[in-house]
């Protein structure tokens, strides 16, 4: 999953995020230090929401969870 949201974050130019921004969650420990930005940056907007208070950085993504995110980040774009 932490691939796929660099990979989302770096396309949208969203690479701010910090470690504070992920404190939320319970395995925020298990986002790789090079994952931290772009990872951070889609929590902080509010792209990325986790399953409760787990992020599951190291867990395969789904298509669904992929397409969440994706409209989650180009619904401000769509009128």
Known sequence: RQEAF????????MTD???DDLSGFADNNLVAGWAVPGVGALVKNG????DGNLL????????????VVMDNMIKQYIT
Do not use: M
């Open 47 to 50: 792209y990325v929401k986790g």
């Open 17 to 19: 995020g910090t470690v």
């Open 6 to 13: 660099t990979v989302l974050a770096r396309a949208f130019k």
């Open 56 to 67: 599951a950085p190291e867990d395969n993504i789904t298509r669904a969870q992929f397409a």
